[in-house]
């Protein structure tokens, strides 16, 4: 894989029915996916917040392993946490990495 391929800008989104969580990372396509299932229906999943990020998949991993005590069941995608936090988390390590840094120190 490429540095170019590698360093790819798309938006990323923290979805959820509240801010208060629980709450999902998603890309583009999952949230086109998640918005048609929920479409409708009174407490629909919406879009809490967005980053345009450097590698979006990579990102969402980390902030994924860094929240894994905080799912809302054994493999799940769903944190239980605000979604700022969630925000504040993606653009901070987005920001660290598309700076440089080393996966290794994220």
Do not use: H, W
Request: with cysteine; net charge neutral.
């Amino acid at each position: 894989m490429s540095t170019t391929q590698l360093k790819a800008i798309e938006t990323i989104y923290v979805v959820g029915r509240n801010d208060q969580g629980p709450v999902r990372i998603c890309s583009a396509a999952n949230v086109a996916r998640l918005k048609s299932l929920g479409s409708g229906k009174p407490n629909a999943l919406k879009i809490l917040y967005e980053s345009d990020v450097c590698s979006p998949d990579f990102v969402a991993a980390i902030v994924e392993l860094r929240l894994c005590d905080f799912s809302t069941k054994p493999n799940s995608k769903y944190f239980d946490v605000a979604a700022i936090e969630v925000y504040k988390l993606i653009n901070s390590l987005a920001q660290k990495f598309c700076e440089g840094e080393s996966p290794s120190q994220l």
